[in-house]
């Protein structure tokens, strides 16, 4: 009787079991030193001798079952524990992976990339010229000898080294390639950084990129230049761009020009060819042209015979023509960009709309 009162309570005990602790003290308090079945089995002693077989044996089958009942219920809170752990700390490996930031190219090589490749279906190459330049090159040989007003258009990095200093502009490459193919015809384009030391704002840096034009031949005229800048300007800002050209004054070029665009946000003042296109009223409220109709987008013209002569050319036998073009301000005009500092800023916001 006692034994069964003590199973049943034993049992009993056990489904109000929940967690590890409760289950150790459930287990010394039936199945320990001082439990509730070691005490049983101390009885034994004072039962009469025939009783004791029965009695030992019915101890130590409650023993069993409640060992087995121990081991049921540690299984049970370890599959509980383990289903409570996975629903809470659940990997879901199906979630896709979190995306990794991708790299593109900064807007200034996109546009100079944009430039060139225009430029190479027209038939020119890329030529490389070196940024740090000597004053011969950059200067003299481009027909401004020292003192000649003119370098005053450029406000120069000089280095500490006398002579050699940033160039101001890509220009001088032209000496550098004439030199080297001379006497053959040429047809390259020029990019990269030149530098002026100058005052930064929202429309000059003290480093910017440009790319110089050069052909050389032997019936080379200025509407072969016109041609080719017109060309350029409708592949680059696209639609139907009409170019201006203005006189001007570089002292590497006879005659110079500087050349506009009609303006890609309002299409100009300009009438358009059948007198009608365009009006002076939606001119002059444009943001972009200030009201002008006309955008300028280089300096240009034909090459100079003292400059043809410094390159190893006959100016009896052989003309050229140039242009050189800031990208950045082309991207500007493109993009409605209003700062040039953008470019070189490292701001993230700027980088990605491109
Ligand atoms: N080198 C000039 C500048 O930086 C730009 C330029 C004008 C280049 C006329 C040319 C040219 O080749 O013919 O301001």
Known sequence: MELEQLRQQALAQLEQVHDEAALRSWNSQFLGKNGALTQALKRLAQLPPQDRPAYGQQVNALKEALLAALEHKKAELHQRELARSLAAEALDVTLPGRPVLRGRLHPATQVMRDILAIFAELGFQVYRSREVEDDLTNFELLNMPPHHPARDLWDTFHTTTPGVLLRTHTSPGQIHVMRQYCPRPIRVVLPGMCYRYEQITA??????????????????????????????????????????IRNSYFPFTEPSIEVDVDCILCQGEVPGPSGSSGTAAAASSCTLCKGTGWLEILGAGMVHPVVLRHGGYDPERFQGFAFGMGPQRMAMLKYAIHDIRLFWSNARRFLEQF
Do not use: M
Not at 211 to 235: C, H, N, P, Q, Y
């Open 203 to 244: 429309r000059s840096e003290i480093q910017f990129q440009q790319v110089e034009g050069l052909a050389i031949g032997e019936s080379i005229s200025l509407s072969d230049l016109i041609g080719t800048l017109s060309t350029f300007a409708k592949r680059f800002f696209g639609g139907e761009r009409r170019i201006r």
